[in-house]
């Protein structure tokens, strides 16, 4: 569901100030010879300023570095909204404006550039290293070394026995198929699965060595369940 509109007191009233200023801002630079639409150009020019001052001045207390810059130029631009906003009032003359404060109308897009490449390229303050204080020497308790016992001197070795020659070993026999392990009924079962299956994909009956990979037991196993299902 889209959500209602909520009228926001604040929002409200910033709206007409902004629009009160931007009026009187209009009004002072026609009357001051800028016509057409120069006179619309600046109070967009001060209200930038304004704002972008003010955002710099927050990422500079962030960062904790000087904000004396971001705060001259705030009070520049918050100066010249306010003197027109006072001067559009009846306390000075439109029709006749005096020649310092054409000047100043005139004047002001320079400076109002001159603020704003100060406020976007002036460059961030870099972290500061922490240095790390090197580690002084600890000062180590002196240890009484207990007394090192002499070695006891070592035995005479006894004489070595004559060197009996060592018989030849006999190299151990197949084991008789009746020595294979025992196969519980379960694998054997299992194992008869894999062969059919085997079988019904190949066309052939699985040989030894593919049955110990299929069933992932031993080589003995493996020769042994063949035999059941021979």
């Known amino acids: 569901m889209p959500r209602k509109l909520r009228p926001d007191a604040v929002l409200v009233q ?14 002072l630079a026609a009357a001051a010879g800028q016509s057409g639409w120069k006179a619309w150009a600046y109070p967009i020019s001060v209200d930038l300023l304004l704002v972008a001052a003010w955002r710099r001045l927050r990422i500079l207390r962030t960062d904790g570095a000087p904000v004396r810059a971001a705060w001259l130029w705030f009070a520049v631009a918050l100066s010249a909204s306010l003197g027109a906003n006072v001067a559009t009032a009846g306390l000075l003359d439109l029709d006749h404006v005096p020649d310092w404060l054409s000047i100043l109308v005139a004047g002001w897009p320079a400076l109002a550039f001159l603020g704003g490449t100060l406020l976007v390229h002036s460059p961030s303050p870099a972290p500061e290293r922490q240095e790390i204080p090197a580690s002084e020497p600890t000062e180590t308790a002196s240890v009484e070394r207990a007394p090192v016992p002499e070695p006891e001197p070592e035995p005479e070795p006894e004489p070595e026995p004559d060197a009996v020659e060592a018989p030849e070993t006999v190299p151990a026999l197949p084991a008789p198929p009746s020595a294979l392990p025992t196969v519980p009924a379960a694998l054997v079962a299992h194992a008869r699965k894999v062969a059919d299956d085997h079988h019904a994909r190949t066309g052939a009956a699985i040989d030894t060595d ?3 990979v299929r069933l992932g037991v031993p080589a003995q196993l493996a020769d042994a369940i063949a035999a059941h299902l021979t």
């Not at 910033?14 to 009004?27: K, Y």
């Open 14 to 27: 910033a709206v007409i100030a902004g629009a009160l200023s931007f009026a009187h801002l209009h009004d």
């Open 210 to 212: 593919t049955l110990r």
